[in-house]
Every structure is written in structure tokens, then in C-alpha cells.
């Protein structure tokens, strides 16, 4: 038996931030990151929203990017002090991961952060309050996932958190607050949206659900994200609604080692942070090298390259397919190699057998469409560090 689980409603287009007029509660508390929302005016919207509907709201902000364990722990304090019925998260991924991880917290006071890394394990939430989620960025769709990635710096691992409990209640899909990303935000969530329709659709988990999102999330990106960075706010509108679909798809059909990999090296490396859509956008390329040695997976990537308007043999189209992505990247000024990206070369090769080991266990690697070991983790790592071929 499977399942398919989406936020009970999704409200989209023009002014749908209006829809919180309605909603019906008596305590709200609204998760949010750093100013731009404030500067723009979208959380005064919201704010004068929530009062129009009679519900006192409380402000939690400052969530960082790739938010931490410590923030995670803060925000569910204050949720338990202030006791809402409603969970509001407003932003990029990360304040919303942030606020579904404080959510079990809330609920869960005793709850220890490592009960949560196990996949699908999470207590039964809504016994305090119902989430809602508003998305500002156009990639990480967790405004319709049951996913929410959390950082332990200490130990320079994100963790993906997973279960259908932490799906939110109620996603708010506004285009207003994706035309006002910066360009290269618009790059990096665009071809993480690229990535979860690709992982989605070869994923082993995929379905006769999951597919018909996976292929037309891929159409719109395809069409619409590089006419997005470069400013067209109709293609703009386009990819807030084309990432959505493809959370809606890995969701449900789960992601595969690309995931993985970003997921263990964003806060791995002394030389900065990895952003986690440039890391998915940088590992993509080789990771369907690799995954398409299996005939079956193969034929999935040449079904998502037909789709896109490539032709030729299964072979000509993965590769194709392959050509294109790196051409995107290059066009939005995305880097193709770990090198390139600027990590030292000895302290890649220190830290790799290490990262290939955390890769390997990640909640992600399991529904990847071809099984990998520590060992050959390692070895594709090093293709992506020097750039080359895929050849095992």
C-alpha cells in the first residue's frame, strides 16, 4: 500500500494572502527569517490579515538560512509560552522547516531531537495546533511537503527530516512574494525545483500520482526559470507555481542521492557554505550519469529529456539532458565542480570518506533509483570535485 498526502487546500494566484481574513483560530504565531518580508510589506499584510480575522499573533523572526537545532529549540519555547492554535511560516525553506520542526516540539515537549531523524517516526501532531505555510521563494515547495531540513552545526550535517504529520494543513502560494527575489535566489531555488522533479520522477517511489507533477513541473522550469533570472516576472509567477507541483510530486515519490549529497556538504567545508540549490544544481548533472547505467532509469531521464523537446536514442538523451542542465548552470552563473566552487582540494580529500559515509545514510539515499556504497559515493564525489565523466 502507498500513499499521496497534500495540504488539505492550497490557495494560489493574486492576493490569496487574503484568504487569512477567514481564518478561523484565536492565537496565531508567525515564523519568519531576517527583514526583506518586513521591507516589502508582507508581513504587515499578514499581520492586519490575522487581526481582521480576531486572531492575536505573536512574531518569531530572525530564523537563519539552513536553520539550526538551537532556533529549532527557541522557537518552540516561545510557541509553548504563547500556546497558538495556528503555526504560520512565512518565507524561503527555511523559516518554514524551522517552524515544522518547532511544531513537534510544541506539541512534544520531551521529544529529543535525534527521536526525529529516523524517517516516518514522528508522534501524531494537531493535538495543539494546525499549520499553515506561506511560500517567498520559488524551489524548496516545503509549503506542500512532508520534509524539513535542519542543520546540527556542531557536527556540520543537515538532516532531513521526514513524515506526512508535518505536511501543512494549508499552503499559501502568493506570486507577489517570489517577484521579489534576488536574481541569483531565483537561479539556485530554480534549479533545486528542477531537481526534486527529476529525483521525483526516477525515484523508486515513484507513481502514476507522482509522475504527471514530476513531468509538468520539469516543463514549466524548463520554459519558464532562465526568463525568471532574468527578470521576466510572468516566468517569475510561473516557477513559484512549477516548484509547488514538484514538492507535491517528491513529497510523495521522495528524492534520491543528489539530496543526499547536498544535503552533506553544505556545512561541510571551511571555505563557506554551500547553498543547498546551487549544491543540487552542481551534483545533478553527474548523479544521472551514474543512476543511468540502470537501462530502467535511463529510459525514465530520456521520458523527462522527450518531454522537454530532446530527441534521439535513450543514450543521446541522457546525455543531452545532462548538456542542457550544465548549460543552465553556466547561464546563471552556477558553478559545474566542487573546484571550481572553491573547496581546498586537501581538505576534500581529508573530509570525503567521511561526507561519502553521511551521504550514504541520509534519509534521501534509499528511494535513489541505484544503490550506492560509501566507496562509490566517494569516487563520484571526486568526479564532481575535478569534473569528470561518470563512468562506473
Given at each position: 500500500?502507498?500513499?499521496?498526502?497534500?495540504?488539505?487546500?492550497?490557495?494560489?494566484?493574486?492576493?490569496?494572502?487574503?484568504?487569512?481574513?477567514?481564518?478561523?483560530?484565536?492565537?496565531?504565531?508567525?515564523?519568519?527569517?531576517?527583514?526583506?518580508?518586513?521591507?516589502?510589506?508582507?508581513?504587515?499584510?499578514?499581520?492586519?490579515?490575522?487581526?481582521?480575522?480576531?486572531?492575536?499573533?505573536?512574531?518569531?523572526?530572525?530564523?537563519?538560512?539552513?536553520?539550526?537545532?538551537?532556533?529549532?529549540?527557541?522557537?518552540?519555547?516561545?510557541?509553548?509560552?504563547?500556546?497558538?492554535?495556528?503555526?504560520?511560516?512565512?518565507?524561503?525553506?527555511?523559516?518554514?522547516?524551522?517552524?515544522?520542526?518547532?511544531?513537534?516540539?510544541?506539541?512534544?515537549?520531551?521529544?529529543?531531537?535525534?527521536?526525529?531523524?529516523?524517517?516516518?517516526?514522528?508522534?501524531?501532531?494537531?493535538?495543539?495546533?494546525?499549520?499553515?505555510?506561506?511560500?517567498?521563494?520559488?524551489?524548496t515547495a516545503t509549503e506542500v511537503t512532508a520534509f524539513s531540513v535542519i542543520t546540527d552545526y556542531n557536527k556540520g550535517i543537515k538532516y532531513p527530516l521526514a513524515d506526512f504529520n508535518i505536511t501543512p494543513d494549508v499552503a499559501i502560494v502568493d506570486?507577489?512574494?517570489?517577484?521579489?527575489?534576488?536574481?541569483?535566489?531565483?537561479?539556485?531555488?530554480?534549479?533545486?525545483?528542477?531537481?526534486?522533479?527529476?529525483?521525483?520522477?526516477?525515484?523508486?517511489?515513484?507513481?502514476?500520482?507522482?509522475?504527471?507533477?514530476?513531468?509538468?513541473?520539469?516543463?514549466?522550469?524548463?520554459?519558464?526559470?532562465?526568463?525568471?533570472?532574468?527578470?521576466?516576472?510572468?516566468?517569475?509567477?510561473?516557477?513559484?507555481?512549477?516548484?509547488?507541483?514538484?514538492?507535491?510530486?517528491?513529497?510523495?515519490?521522495?528524492?534520491?542521492?543528489?539530496?543526499?549529497?547536498?544535503?552533506?556538504?553544505?556545512?561541510?567545508?571551511?571555505?563557506?557554505?554551500?547553498?543547498?540549490?546551487?549544491?543540487?544544481?552542481?551534483?545533478?548533472?553527474?548523479?544521472?550519469?551514474?543512476?543511468a547505467k540502470v537501462p530502467e532509469t535511463a529510459s525514465r531521464y530520456a521520458d523527462i529529456a522527450r518531454s522537454i523537446g530532446i530527441s534521439g536514442t535513450t543514450e543521446e538523451c541522457v546525455k543531452k539532458l545532462c548538456d542542457k542542465i550544465v548549460?543552465?548552470?553556466?547561464?546563471?552563473?552556477?558553478?559545474?565542480?566542487?573546484?571550481?566552487?572553491?573547496?581546498?582540494?586537501?581538505?576534500?580529500?581529508?573530509?570525503?570518506?567521511?561526507?561519502?559515509?553521511?551521504?550514504?545514510?541520509?534519509?534521501?539515499?534509499?528511494?535513489?533509483?541505484?544503490?550506492?556504497?560509501?566507496?562509490?559515493?566517494?569516487?563520484?564525489?571526486?568526479?564532481?570535485?575535478?569534473?569528470?565523466?561518470?563512468?562506473?
Amino acid at each position: 500500500m502507498m500513499r499521496f498526502t497534500l495540504p488539505r487546500d492550497i490557495y494560489y494566484g493574486e492576493n490569496s494572502l487574503d484568504v487569512l481574513k477567514t481564518l478561523k483560530g484565536k492565537k496565531a504565531i508567525l515564523v519568519i527569517g531576517g527583514g526583506s518580508l518586513k521591507r516589502f510589506g508582507f508581513v504587515d499584510q499578514v499581520l492586519d490579515n490575522l487581526k481582521e480575522a480576531g486572531i492575536e499573533t505573536k512574531l518569531f523572526e530572525g530564523v537563519e538560512p539552513d536553520p539550526s537545532v538551537e532556533t529549532v529549540m527557541k522557537g518552540a519555547k516561545a510557541m509553548q509560552e504563547f500556546e497558538p492554535d495556528w503555526i504560520i511560516a512565512m518565507g524561503g525553506g527555511s523559516p518554514i522547516d524551522a517552524a515544522k520542526a518547532m511544531w513537534v516540539f510544541y506539541e512534544y515537549p520531551d521529544t529529543s531531537f535525534e527521536d526525529l531523524i529516523t524517517p516516518f517516526s514522528f508522534p501524531e501532531l494537531r493535538k495543539k495546533a494546525k499549520f499553515l505555510a506561506i511560500s517567498s521563494t520559488s524551489g524548496t515547495a516545503t509549503e506542500v511537503t512532508a520534509f524539513s531540513v535542519i542543520t546540527d552545526y556542531n557536527k556540520g550535517i543537515k538532516y532531513p527530516l521526514a513524515d506526512f504529520n508535518i505536511t501543512p494543513d494549508v499552503a499559501i502560494v502568493d506570486p507577489a512574494l517570489a517577484e521579489k527575489m534576488p536574481q541569483q535566489l531565483t537561479a539556485y531555488t530554480g534549479m533545486d525545483a528542477l531537481t526534486h522533479a527529476i529525483e521525483a520522477y526516477v525515484s523508486t517511489l515513484n507513481s502514476p500520482f507522482t509522475d504527471p507533477l514530476a513531468i509538468k513541473a520539469i516543463q514549466m522550469v524548463d520554459e519558464h526559470l532562465l526568463r525568471s533570472y532574468d527578470g521576466d516576472m510572468a516566468s517569475r509567477d510561473e516557477m513559484h507555481y512549477g516548484q509547488c507541483l514538484a514538492g507535491m510530486a517528491f513529497s510523495n515519490a521522495l528524492l534520491g542521492i543528489v539530496h543526499s549529497m547536498a544535503h552533506k556538504t553544505g556545512a561541510a567545508f571551511s571555505t563557506g557554505h554551500i547553498t543547498h540549490g546551487l549544491a543540487n544544481a552542481m551534483y545533478l548533472p553527474y548523479v544521472i550519469q551514474y543512476n543511468a547505467k540502470v537501462p530502467e532509469t535511463a529510459s525514465r531521464y530520456a521520458d523527462i529529456a522527450r518531454s522537454i523537446g530532446i530527441s534521439g536514442t535513450t543514450e543521446e538523451c541522457v546525455k543531452k539532458l545532462c548538456d542542457k542542465i550544465v548549460e543552465m548552470n553556466h547561464y546563471m552563473k552556477i558553478p559545474n565542480t566542487l573546484q571550481e566552487f572553491g573547496i581546498i582540494e586537501d581538505e576534500f580529500k581529508e573530509k570525503i570518506a567521511t561526507i561519502s559515509e553521511n551521504a550514504v545514510a541520509d534519509a534521501c539515499t534509499g528511494s535513489n533509483p541505484r544503490p550506492i556504497d560509501p566507496k562509490t559515493m566517494e569516487r563520484l564525489f571526486t568526479c564532481i570535485y575535478y569534473g569528470n565523466s561518470v563512468e562506473f
